[in-house]
């Protein structure tokens, strides 16, 4: 919040200091923006038979067009049935010639190298459960999954659903069935509130009497949504991980270990496994037989090589599956956004050939594996929608960075296309770009999509309501914040009783919004209440508790408990540092909440260091631009004023100020601060003039966006005033403040 308020001033007001601009920045960690795919099994199975019903057909109908449902020992063609990638096609070499894997043609498939989990995921797979095979793209993971439940269940029913429609069906037929294999490639697809959740995966695997599997694949990329925390605002669930964590999880590396290309010798009389050998060393088997680097280079190289439209088209998919869509994608929807990927090449300079050549081009299926982009088989997809070679979107993402993350008319677009699942992923990632207007408009989707069928209380339906609430305070409505955020917590502890996880989130969220709102005693008292129930369950240094003392350091620095502030931001920073790492974004926040409490103390060279290294480290993960980095580059320029450095102060503060009011607009609480901070600083340089009319921009906005009892607005009142006092204005300076 108003970070500039120092001692500097004329009149000073020491007793509400303001708070730095980071408006409700520590809730980064806890959890809360988040695409929302929980639920539990009725609701989602009824709403799954409603859809059947609407298609004309009832549930098993749908269920028996939309899976495989056959004897594992009956799968001869795992590419077909399965999902297991192609391989190119090569000669078999000399007597072996015409030799078949067990799985079925030498031309589909090569040989299987065994990996060295498959003994394990053997005998993981004969014991029964929940077993997750986790690895990038092209690691191997369908095969090894298909080969090892040949191996250990090939009397067992097997149901491969194909859609999302479809898995609490699929759920409810298994359940029925004493022995069968629930198999789910790419999990990603089936989690939601009518699909995969921890409730009806618990109700399969559970009891006795059976031997019921759930087989299942996830790309690590999708697991770091859910799990990872080395980026800030992934899109994880509570029932998200939830339903991961009930799995036994095997990780599956690309590259071949030694014991692996021992293996693989054996089986060189295939040319295509030769062929993968004498490149191990830079990629791995099934990447090396999927042609996945070749594939990559033709998308690539079309941008020069004559089909720069079909290489956007590749593009704007692979752009729609980072934004979260997960299902197939309409061709009318890439058609839609495509122009743009074009255009950001080149545009008609590249010569872009024909839309129907292009989509030609990138649906021709290359060294006779797969096409970069293939018509979808999920039954429940439009008749011309399509999927993306999912090695192209590892790729782009593992080399994202905040100058190629995905545009905010990509995310725009593609939130018409979402369902409540794919809109929360959205609303997530656009959160965690700074689109927040945008992030606002997805969460308030999402819930409306699930709110008529799962009810207003339940989980997940809270969920998209809590990420709401985070949103309102960024955008500064925290009077809004602080309503929505009473009644969630409210139903929270109804539902769910005041030690449960949500609960406590919601407390914390409280907290903030009250923080927001000036309240800061409020604050600090609900923060410890969410602080103390957080370290008692959770642990002092997990991600969620130090979000909240994270908070907690915040209201005693606005209540002038500097020293204690102080102490408090040392001790997440240290345990931050610890525990993310110190270029991770909280981390960061950290720093420059400590570098401004030392701002407020005086110690302006200790505020500059910690300051500073904010700034990179935010420019670096975030980007120049991002709202985050900007609050930092305005606290920077505080510590300069400080150390009497103005000119430079100036400059970084009017930069700031320009990028501020492009993003956020000119009445957002932080532009209006950054108002604030310039007009006190053109003041120290004795322009009044122009002082005077910052500091009339910055109360006439905070009063009417904040309302005339803020301390904010006091603030702005005592500012106005001393500058008038500064031109002999008395009179008129005992009105504002009077």
Known sequence: MAAAVTAALAVAVPAVLAAAGVRLWWLLGLGVVVAAVGGVFTPGLADSYRRARERGEDSGRALVRDSVLRRVREITDPVLDLGVHPSRHAEPLGAAAGRLDAAGSSDRVPPYVPRDIHDRLVELLAAGGFVLLVGESMAGKSRAAYEAMRAALSDHTLIAPRSKSVPADAIERAARLPRCVLWLDNTERFLGSDGLTSTNVARLIGGSGHHRVVLATLRSAEMARYTDTAHPDTTDTAEARNVLEQAT?????????????????????????????????????????????????????????????????????????????????????LESLHERYLARRGGNRLGPEPLDEAWAWAMHPRRATTALIRPSTDPDSEPAAVEVFDYLVDATQ??????????????TTALTQGDATEAGQIGAIAYDYGHYELAARAFERAHALISADLGPEHPSVLTYRSNRVVILGELGRFEEAETEARAVLEMRTRALGPEHLDTLASRSILASALYGCGEYAQAETAGRAALEAFTRTLGADHVDTLTTHSLLAATLREQG????????????????????????????????????TLEFLGQYREAEAELRVALQGLARALGPEHPRTIIARGLLANALKGLGRLEEAEAEMRAALDVQTRLLGPEHPNVLQSHTNLGILLRRLERYGEAEAEARIALEGRTRVLGTAHPETAISREILASVLRYQGRNDEADRVVG
């Open 249 to 333: 999880q095997l990780r599956l590396r690309r590259p071949l270990t030694s014991a692996e290309r021992e293996r693989a010798l054996t089986r060189a009389w295939d040319q295509r496994i030769a062929d993968a050998l004498d490149h191990a060393d830079e990629y791995g088997l099934a990447e090396y037989l999927a042609a996945g680097p070749e594939l990559l280079n033709d998308w690539e190289n079309a941008w020069e090589a004559g089909h720069p439209r079909a290489a956007a088209l590749i593009a704007a998919a692979v752009d729609c599956r980072r934004a979260g869509l997960t299902r197939p994608l309409p061709r009318t929807l």
């Open 398 to 411: 593992q080399d994202a960075t905040p100058d190629n993350c995905v545009p905010e008319q990509t995310l």
């Open 561 to 596: 408990r500097l020293e204690e502030a102080k102490a408090e931001y040392t001790k997440v920073l240290d345990a931050r540092t610890r525990v993310q790492g110190a270029d991770h974004p909280h981390t960061l926040a950290s720093r420059y909440g400590l570098g401004t």
